[in-house]
Structures are given as C-alpha cells and as structure tokens.
C-alpha cells in the first residue's frame, strides 16, 4: 500500500495554492487617466466594495483602460466570489458610458504560471550574432512572414499535439505576426471624387456579405438560402465598386488606393537572444505533476525534430528542471540523515541488533505515512518533502526512548521478558507526552486561516502523521521484535554476516563503551555542582537569554527566503514616444552587450504588449511600446548576485541609449504569495490633491536617490504624456454647414484610419484597413486634410483650435484614496527592514509630510509585518495547546511549566545559529521555530517523567533528580543527536528549492542543541524549586 501511495503521489516545486485575488480589466478607447478614473474606475471600485470577504481594492486608470484589483481575505471561496462580481458587473454595465467594453474579470494566480516556454528556432539562425544585421526593408518583411508562417504552424499543429498530452493544459503562441489587407488611400484623387473615407468603408463593407435569407422548398425538401458575396482574393477588394463619377462611370477602389497584403503595425515583440520568434506557453492541469509533463513535452519535441522542417522548437525555460533539482537535493539530504542518524544509533546502544532495529522501524513508519499522504490529498512538494526530513530525525525518538529503557533494565539484570514489558510501561506516558506535544505545535497550521494555512499545511500534516506513525510502531512493533528470542546458540545470520565487522571494529567499540562511562562520570559531577549553586546556576542561564535576545536586533527580516532559480527578470522603461521598432532596436543592442557576460546563457525578451498577456494588467508595471520585459537564465553554478552586479555596471557605462530599469530575482510561486509586489520596497504619497502628493514625491524621491542601499528607484506617476487638444470652432461648423460627428469621425478615419470591414481566409479573419498615403500622419498633415461640404472642401484647421498640454500618465488608488507609487529594490548584501528603517527616518526628519500628505511604506516590508503576526499567532496557540496537553498528561498545572522553560532556553541557540549562518527572520525561519518549540520539550518530558516517579516511589528530592537526569542522560543525547543528524544535512543545502529547508533547519538545530544543554544544566534547577511531591513512599 505504501508503495502504491507513494506511485500515485504527484510531483510540484509547492502545494496548490490559489491567490484570493479579482482583477477587473475594462477598456475605454482613447479617454484620458482621468476620465477613466472617474467614468469607470470609481463606479468599479465602490461595486466591488460591497462584496463579502473583500480586504483592500487597488486600482490604476491610464489612458484608455481601468484595472481594478481586489484582495480577499484568505479562505474566501474563490470561484463564488468569481460569479458573484461578474452579477454585479453586468448590472452596472447600463451605468457606464456606451463606449466601454464590458469588464473583464481576471483571476491572475501565480500558481498557474507557465510551467516551461518554448521559442522557434530557425535552424540557419546564429543565435545572438543575427542582433547585428541590418535592418533592411526586404529583411523585415522576410522575417515578419517567417514569423507569420511560424505561428501558422504553431497554431494549427504543434499547440494541437501539446495540448493532446497529458497534463497540458494549455499551449499558447505569443509574438505572432497579425496580418492585415492594408489600403493606402490616396485622399487627393478620394475628394476629387467627392467621396471620403467613411463613403469608401461603407460601401466596401456593403460588398462583402454572406447572411442567411431563409429557405426554399423544393418538392419534399427544404435548403437554405444565402446571399453570397464575400471578397476571395485582392482582385476582388480591387475591383470593387466604391462610387460613380457625374458621368456615370464607375469608380473603382483600385482608382483611389493601393492594395497590399502585409502585416499590421506590432504592438509586441517577442526576442530570444536578440532574434525575432514566436514564444509557446505551456501550461499544465491543476493536478498534473509537473515533472512528468515537462518530460511528456521534451519527448514530443525529439518526436517533431524531423517533422517541422527548417524551424526546430528550443527550451527556453523548464520550471520542472529547478522542481527535480531541488527535490533530488531533499531527498538526498534525507538520505545522508538517515545514515547519520543510525551511525548515532550504532555509537550509543550496546547492541548492533538494537541500531538496526530502529533502522528497520524508520521507513516503516515513513511507509505509514506516505499512505495517510496519498489518503489526506497532501502531494510530494518542497514543504511536505521537509517535513518528511525533519521528521526522519523525530522518527527515531520514540523507538530509541523505548529500546534505551529496556537495554538499560537488561544492562542491570532483569529478565528479557520482563525488561520489555517493565520498560515500555514506564517510557508510554513519557513518549505519548512527547509525541502529543509535537504534534500540539504541528496541527494548529492546518486549523488556522490565512496564509500560514495554506503554505504550512502539508509540512503539518507529514509532520503529524510521521510523529503519530512513530509512536505506534515503537510501542507495538519494537517489543514484539525484541521479543522474539534466538533459538539455541546458533548465531543470528546478522551476527553471522557481521563477525568480520565485529571483529575489525571491537577496539572501536570497547572505546565507545569507555567513552559513554567516562561522559556519564563527568556529568554526574557536574550535576551536582550545579544542584550545590542552584541560585549561580539560574542567575548564569537569565544572563546568557537575556544577552542573547539583545542580539536578535541585529538579525534582518524578510517575508520569504530568496531563492535562487539560476535566472532573473529585468524591467526596462525607454523614453516616452519610442515606438515597439525602436524600443525592439534599444533591446537587441543591450542584448548584445549583455552576452558580454559570461555567466549569462539565454535572454529572453518581450516587448510591448503582448496580446493575451496578464502582465500587462498589473498595477505598477504598464507593458506599453516602449517597455521591455526581459528573463535571463544563467549557466549552472553561476552566482547570481555577481551577474545581477555587473549588469547593473553595463547598464550603467552604456550611453547609446535612455532607459530606465529594475532587476528583480525570478520568483517562485511561494514568493509570489507572500511578496506580491514584484519590487522590495513600495512607497505611497498619499494626498486628497495630486499636485501637492507630487510635489512631497519629488521631494521623498530625491531623499532616497541618496541612499546608497536603495537601487531601481521608479515612478510613473510624476511622468507626464504630450497631448493635444483640440477645440472646435462652431462658428467655422456653422458657417460651412457640417455635422459635427461627421467631423470628429473625419479626423479619427485621417489620424488611425479604419478597419472597413473582414475578409475570410479558410479559418482566418483579416482585417481590410484603410488609411492615408503616410503611414505616420504628423499633427500639421491632418489640420491640412480637407473635409467635404455642400459648399466644396474645406481644410480641418479652418474648423478647430490646437493647445498642447501634458497629462498624468495614470492614476493609482488604494482604498478609494488618490496616490503616488515609488518603487525600489534593497541592494543585495542589504535587508529591506533596514533600507526601510533609513528611509523612514530621513524622510521624518525632511519635515515633508503634512496633514494633507502622509506616506505608507508597503512591498516587502508591508508583508513581512502581515505574515508574522500570523505566525506569532500559532506560536501563542501552539504553547497553550502544548501546556494542556503536558497539565492532562501529568495531572498538574505546575510541571508542565519546568518542561516548557526549555523552549526560551531554546530560542538561544535559535538566534546565536542564525547569526553564525547569515539567516533572517522570515517565515520558514519562523516556522522552524515553532518546530523547535514542540521538539525541545521531548528531553525535558523524558527526564522530568522520571524524576516524579522517583518521587512518588519516596527517593529524596536531590538524589531523585540526580538519578532520574543521570539515568536518562543516554536516551537525551541520542534523541538530541538523532534528530539533529537527521536533519542537520539539510542546514547545508545553499541551492534550488532547498534554501528554503535551510532557512528551516538552522534555528531548528541550534534550538535543539540549545535545549539539550539547558535541560541538563538548569532544568533540574528549575524542578528543584517547583518540587510538589510528598517525600514519602507511595
């Protein structure tokens, strides 16, 4: 059955999380940031306001589009709050203008991340060395139809077979070419006809129908009757009728324009080291296991190798390659933790028959709870992986506890039988004690809400059933196999196969049997100078954890380790005005002199706005033509930092061209959720007047520049947009006579032109345009565009006014309330805390905010705040359930506060680990803490156990403690050094995934070591003062 559950087991880098997070997307052509805001942004945002659950709504409204954010509150049921804001929606469509698109509701969760990305290749391409051709017309247009015909291929067959697999969700081709039938008018020859473009877009559109008419009979049948009258090919859009002369002849639309099957102007651009290409997303099935899809796709890709002719499909990106390595890197460490672990085993009991058997109950007990695993839904991912490694360590404890007890009553001569029987009875409560209060501090996670809930509930369900596993095996299946007897003298096979081992080790063996005795002499004499200055003792234990809580100042703080994945993204924002050309020219010139380093493998860029692509409905980050997202993957081993570093100095050596940028760490999905902001730091002016918040911005953003630690220092808001505004002049209407829709349709047609209508291309819709002779009309050629009236043509700039004023590119709120967002990243030898910290203080004393302008500090540092007060919850929850648990089990209300002064004494070698290692507090520090909380109680309740039965069996106070220490001396350490060189492989583990069991274990096993020493030094103290047992014989 464990094997079947373990087969069944589906792999991911993390558990399934789903973001409690709404967007709502909705378009409004051309209207200013502040219209937008106030027609559509406001009306969205106090709609959304009245739904349940709903925690903070963030908005921004920029030209000709709204995106509203909304964040619930964890355990909010998704997909009904879904439907619920699409009712809500609908009903407040009548109530926007008419011109804006209905709101489109997007559930943007990290998790659904693509998984690996593919690019085309054409296989006589050179990679980045085709960044320094010229960019010739003729070259263009063969790459664009390259591209085209590459998309083509893509879209008809390879997403198909992609999709086909198992586990693939979706495969999606971005960067494709969009093909349009353009029309270059020529508008001197279209008015000396009398006609204008709105004339010429009707009747085209008139001329190419296809629409059901009904049916006919015909005897017993009935057909279908359509009129048919599409345009097949350009001859057809030629030779269309468009108007007729005075004289009756006919015009046709060849007269006026030029006819071309091309490709529309490119909003987007996708590179891969410098090169044009289509980019495939691969998305895989909520359930899939995400290593076996990426190796169903790879064994596609060698299929298709001799199918697609000269393109070749590369991997750009594999998210399953950092799953496997960081998983292979767990389950290594595991493997090391077990040997270590036994090796402890092998040192410490007499018996090589002992060592094995505890090595025999670990896997099963692991077994067990691969079973329960499979039953509660819990995956194989980087969280339950830790747990299962931290639980190889604990697994043993039990079993050791209940095998030192009977090795110690053989060692003074009870009879076998009785030695079992005798030593499992005394160690139950002490084990079930221990067992109970681990699993008191695991279980909360999985009952509590928020986040933490999310993340920590497979770590907290592994734990569990690893824990509860152990103890039933050790109290069943250990004394049944101790048992059992050896029949006669025949030696056992084991013994058998193992005398030349015997043999070479037993002066080994002899000197780890001397060296126990020597250890247990040495503390014995220790224990009672320290029974005979109980008062030293304790005044030494208050100064260390006092000396030792100062120093946790000094320990930076973050909401999640950063993990390195070997690549990173980089945001790039080129001057207002750059066109996707230009911008494209920008990138593939830095591109080049990015693979001036050495450690940089692949650069994978995306310019403007990709259709269909999420990110362009962010908040903070705006995908227009003229920014640029780029991903760089690293050659293995490569340090991130040093890369990120020299970047930073290219860029900034570089003259050719104005830019700005901000690099940031690829995240992980667990970044995402705990760090949404993409950037460390978020600053938020808040003000009721833009003018005055952007004057304090400026301000606070000179403040900043100034600070060393803070790097890719942005704002958008401060950035103003050229705008011309024109006014008519309704004398100049009246006096000539002419509509004023007409007029304003007029100068729309001249400056964009206009999609006259879609001609059908097998599965295909192209679009027909019609625009002007210039493709890039400028301001003066469109005043001087002739209108046609009933009293001849007249030029526009007879009939409006121009003003040029500039205006905000967007407009943030938060909570209803207008704001300026500022963004930056700490540097990378530096805590986001402190930067914080600096900026606060100098930015206090600058005296710039007022009453009417007030500055939050969000990013990384708003979350960090958030998640640990979650976390310090369960810690408060997880100490009450654990002192009830230890007041039921030895029916008292004061011994169970001697075994749980362990945990504070505990947190100083937490602390002291963390700073010898260079760790911060973050939430799987945290957590390692909470686990440490629960873990260290186990010495202190197998000692403390003890002493009271002493007790109670009459032994005096002082001898009872020194005996009941003394005798469970063994079982402390082996349990201590058992766990700790469980786990201790994966404080070790500096890469992939497995950073985040490192940020786990550091304080975890300095905890423990901590603990250990303490119980031995000032427990007994402790217990000395708290006696409540009679002196007496029971």
Request: charged content about 20%; proline content about 3%.
């Amino acid at each position: 059955m464990g094997y079947i559950s373990f087969q069944k087991l589906s792999v991911n880098f993390l558990p399934e999380i789903q973001t409690p997070r709404l967007t709502v997307k909705t378009a409004y052509r051309d209207a200013s940031p502040d219209e937008v805001m106030r027609l559509i942004t406001e009306p969205i945002e106090q709609t959304l306001q009245t739904m349940s659950g709903v925690r903070k709504i963030r908005s921004v409204s920029r030209e000709g589009i709204s995106v509203v954010q909304a964040d619930f509150y964890w355990g909010t049921d998704m997909n009904f709050a879904l439907i619920e804001a699409r009712e809500k929606l609908d009903r407040l469509k009548t109530a926007l203008p008419k011109e804006v698109e209905r709101p489109n509701i997007l559930r943007i969760d990290p998790s659904s991340e693509p998984i690996m990305t593919l690019v085309v290749v054409e296989r006589s391409d050179t990679g980045r060395n085709a960044v320094s051709k010229a960019d010739r017309l003729s070259e263009s247009q063969r790459r664009a139809q390259a591209l085209y015909e590459a998309s083509l291929l893509c879209e008809t067959f390879i997403n198909r077979r992609l999709e086909q697999l198992d586990g693939v969700a979706q495969a999606r081709a971005v960067g494709s070419p969009l093909r349009e039938i353009q029309a270059s008018i020529n508008t001197r020859i279209m008015s000396a006809f009398g006609l204008s473009l709105q004339d010429v877009a009707a009747k085209l559109a008139a001329q190419n129908i296809s629409a059901p008419l009904g049916t006919i009979k015909d005897g017993n049948f009935r057909y279908p009757l359509r009129a048919e009258s599409e345009f097949k090919t350009l001859s057809d859009i030629e030779n269309a009728i468009v108007g007729r002369t005075k004289d009756e002849r006919l015009i046709l639309f060849k007269d006026i324009a030029k006819i071309t099957d091309a490709f529309a102007q490119s909003k987007a651009v996708t590179l891969y080291n410098g090169v044009e290409t289509i980019e495939i997303q691969i998305r895989k099935e909520a359930s899939a296991n995400t290593v076996e899809t990426s190796r169903r796709v790879k064994q596609l890709l060698k299929e298709l190798e001799g199918e697609l002719g000269r393109i070749r499909l590369a991997v750009a990106f594999d998210q399953a390659e950092f799953i496997q390595r960081s998983i292979d890197d767990l389950v290594g460490s595991i493997y090391l933790g077990a040997f270590l672990a036994f090796f402890v085993l092998f040192f410490f009991l007499n018996e090589l028959r002992y060592s094995f058997l505890v090595a025999v109950t670990t896997p099963i007990s692991i077994i067990i709870t691969f079973i329960l695993m499979y039953a509660f839904n819990v995956n194989i991912n980087i969280i339950s992986l830790t747990g299962v490694a931290l639980g190889i360590g604990m697994l043993g404890d039990n079993a050791i506890i209940v095998i030192e007890n009977i090795s110690r009553l053989r060692d003074e001569g009870v009879e076998r039988r009785a030695a079992i029987i005798e030593g499992t009875k005394e160690i139950n409560l002490a084990a079930a004690a221990s067992t109970f209060t681990n699993v008191a501090i695991f279980l909360p996670v999985v009952f509590t809400d928020g986040i933490a809930r999310e993340i920590f509930r497979d770590m907290g369900l592994t734990m569990t059933f690893s824990l509860l596993s152990s103890l039933l095996v050790s109290v069943t299946l250990v004394p049944t196999l101790l048992s059992i007897e050896r029949r006669g003298n025949k030696p056992s096979i084991l013994e058998t196969n193992l005398s030349l081992l015997k043999a070479i080790s037993r002066r080994i063996l002899d000197w780890r049997l001397e060296g126990q005795r020597i250890f247990i002499r040495r503390y014995e004499q220790w224990l009672k100078i320290i029974l005979e200055n109980r008062k030293t003792t304790l005044f030494i234990s208050f100064i260390i954890l006092t000396a030792t809580a100062a120093t946790s100042g000094f320990i930076p703080s973050e909401t999640i380790p950063r993990i390195n994945q070997g690549r990173f993204s980089i945001t790039m924002n080129f001057p207002k005005g750059y066109d996707v050309n230009t911008t494209t020219e920008a990138v593939k010139f830095l591109i080049s002199e990015m693979f001036s380093i050495s450690t940089v493998e692949a650069v994978l860029a995306e310019i403007g706005m990709s259709q269909g692509n999420d990110e362009i409905f962010s908040l903070e980050n705006a995908r227009t033509e003229n920014t640029a997202e780029l991903e760089v993957k690293l050659r293995e081993s490569s340090n991130e930092k040093e890369t990120i570093e020299k970047l930073r100095l290219l860029f900034s050596n570089q003259s050719k061209f104005d830019f700005q940028y901000s690099i940031q760490r690829k995240r992980t999905t667990l970044e995402q959720i705990f760090r949404p902001e993409k950037d460390d730091i978020k600053l938020k002016v808040i003000s009721t007047n833009l003018d005055s918040a952007l004057v304090a911005a400026t301000t606070i953003k000179n403040l900043i520049n100034k600070i060393p630690e803070v790097k890719d220092l942005r704002t958008g808001l401060e950035e103003t947009n050229p705008e011309y505004r024109l006014s008519l002049d309704y004398d100049a209407i009246s006096r000539y006579d002419i509509d004023v829709k007409q007029l304003l349709n007029f100068i729309e047609y001249t400056a964009r032109g206009v999609v006259a209508t879609m001609v059908r291309e097998s599965d295909e819709k192209i679009s027909l345009r019609l625009k002007p002779e210039h493709t890039l009309l400028t301001l003066n050629a469109i005043l001087s565009q002739e209108i046609m009236t009933k009293n001849g043509f007249v030029p526009i700039h007879f009939l409006v006014h121009v003003a040029t004023t500039n205006v905000y590119s967007q407009v943030s709120r938060e909570n209803g309330k207008k704001q300026i967002v500022m963004l930056a990243n700490a540097s990378q030898n530096t805590s986001v805390t402190s930067v914080v910290e600096t900026i606060e203080r100098r930015v206090k004393a600058s005296g710039v905010l007022s009453s009417m302008v007030s500055l939050e500090i969000g990013g990384e540092n708003e979350e960090i705040k958030a998640s640990f007060r979650s976390l310090i919850a369960i810690v408060l929850l997880s100490l009450l359930l654990v002192y009830m648990i230890l007041s039921a089990e030895f029916e008292s209300i004061i011994y169970p506060l001697v075994i749980m002064l362990t945990s504070p004494l505990a947190v100083i070698g937490a602390l002291v680990a963390m700073l010898i290692f260079g760790q911060t507090f973050n939430a799987m520090s945290l957590i390692g803490i909470v686990i440490m909380v629960g873990a260290v109680d186990n010495d202190a309740v197998i000692a403390t156990d003890f002493i009271i039965e002493l007790r109670r069996r009459g032994v005096a106070l002082t001898q009872a403690i020194f005996e009941g220490v003394s005798k469970r001396l063994r079982a402390i350490v082996m349990t201590t050094l058992t766990t700790v060189m469980g786990i201790i492989p994966l404080a070790f583990n500096l890469e992939g995934g497995s950073q985040l069991a490192t940020a786990l274990t550091i304080p975890l096993v300095g905890g423990l070591i901590s603990a250990t020493l303490f119980t031995l030094i000032t427990i007994p103290v402790v217990y000395y003062y708290l006696d409540r047992e009679p002196s007496k014989p029971s």
